[in-house]
Nanobody, 115 residues
Framework: QVQLVESGGGLVQPGGSRRLSCADS????????MGWYRQAPGNARELVATITSGGKIIYADSVKDRFTISRGNAKNTVYLEMNSLKSEDTAVYYC?????????WGQGTQVTVSS
């Protein structure tokens, strides 16, 4: 029902910026809640930010004031603008969607913050 495809990962220097994109290529329905999670090596997957179609946003404390989540004009798209990146932001970033009580995940995109 939902197929999420992320893009935008890569290598970025500390203090730099990166924009991640996620789009659903399958669903004919509008997804209410979309978000970003990340998983660093040896760590559990953790919330980065979520946004509802009504504009309700939740950020992890670690990314507040540095990251911005937004919905695109195209149906079922979500973006994550990451600024002032730190080495501890290095992780695989996953897009997540909730539709009719089921959750769906993208394949993940690697973000590496290093000089």
């Amino acid at each position: 029902q939902v197929q999420l495809v992320e893009s935008g990962g890569g290598l970025v220097q500390p203090g730099g910026s990166r924009r991640l994109s996620c789009a659903d290529s399958k669903s004919i329905f509008s997804i209410d809640t979309m978000g970003w999670y990340r998983q660093a090596p040896g760590n559990a997957r953790e919330l980065v930010a979520t946004i509802t179609s009504g504009g309700k946003i939740i950020y992890a404390d670690s990314v507040k004031d540095r990251f911005t989540i937004s919905r695109g004009n195209a149906k079922n798209t979500v973006y994550l603008e990451m600024n002032s990146l730190k080495s501890e932001d290095t992780a695989v970033y996953y897009c997540r969607a909730l539709l009719f009580g089921s959750e769906y995940w993208g394949q993940g995109t690697q973000v590496t913050v290093s000089s």
